[in-house]
């Protein structure tokens, strides 16, 4: 998965750095502030990833929609 795939945007989160979104792959591709760790989340719409990188708490929302909930694999 080449990085030119995800437009990484910053987020205001104590534990999420940045995310982007694969519009083709469906993928949501999220960069953690402590550890630096990449993730790659599969099955996911664009409406969840809005609805994270937009949240008042984007921790918060992550957990519901995205974590525990989609497929993933770590990447770096």
Do not use: H, W
């Not at 989160?13 to 990449?38: H, L």
């Amino acid at each position: 998965m080449a990085d030119e795939d995800f437009v990484m945007i910053p987020v205001e989160s104590s534990q999420i750095e940045s995310m982007g979104f694969n519009e083709k792959t469906k993928q949501i591709k999220i960069r953690f502030i402590k550890s630096g760790a990449e993730y790659l989340y599969e099955d996911c719409t664009a409406g969840e990833f809005d609805a994270v990188v937009n949240a008042d708490s984007v921790g918060r929302v992550f957990g519901s929609l995205i974590k525990g909930v989609k497929p993933y694999a770590r990447i770096a």
